[in-house]
């Protein structure tokens, strides 16, 4: 099998499946989904994945999207399913898409190590520095702000955050801009 991601996993990373699981659909078949909800996989650098169900309303998630899980599924389906940000669950903050997950869907997010392409603000007052840590933001599709954002060394605000690897600089205030940088990853729950 190797080291590949094919190797590593039942099916690729950035695969996802766009047709929703009902309780009539749980036991997936091979043209549907090979992985549980909710499973975790690691490849040989120690990344951590979990395959989830995109349970946003009529939202697509796109690569680079933090996701939250859903505090209205508490219990055993907690870490099945994602939404976007939200105020009662950015404390359960899932992780980072690495692929654009229809609604209803299911494909893998990141939830530890290394990640490329991670959607984060560009401040209006305070740049990013390497090191800083930034969380998920109130029904925003990135993560950090001037108030979200802690100093390098300065413990998280919440258990599941990420830390740049980049810095970012200043934008203007009125201006809502994205930018995507390198991040370590630290889900929740933490592993």
């Not at 950035?14 to 078949?29: Q, R």
């Not at 600089?169 to 009125?174: D, F, K, S, V």
């Amino acid at each position: 099998m190797g080291s590949s991601i094919k190797g590593i996993f039942q099916e690729g990373i950035t695969d996802v499946y766009s047709k929703a699981i009902t309780a009539t659909n749980e036991s997936p078949t091979k043209d549907y989904i090979q992985d549980t909800k909710g499973s975790v996989r690691f490849d040989e650098l120690g990344n951590g994945y979990r395959f989830v169900i995109n349970d946003e309303g009529s939202t697509d998630t796109e690569v680079g999207f933090p996701v939250c899980y859903d505090i209205s599924n508490v219990g055993a389906d907690l870490l099945k399913s994602v939404v976007l940000p939200v105020t009662n669950d950015l404390f359960v903050f899932a992780g980072v898409c690495i692929s654009v997950i229809p609604f209803g869907g299911a494909g893998w997010i990141q939830i530890s190590g290394y990640n490329a392409d991670c959607d984060v603000d560009e401040p209006g007052t305070t740049a990013i520095a390497i090191g800083a840590t930034l969380t998920p933001l109130n029904s925003l599709n990135f993560l950090g702000d001037t108030a979200a954002v802690t100093a390098a060394a300065t413990a998280p605000i919440y258990p599941g955050y990420v830390q740049a690897l980049e810095a970012v600089a200043t934008a203007t205030p009125t201006t809502a801009t994205t930018t995507n940088i390198q991040v370590i990853v630290h889900a929740t729950p933490a592993l």
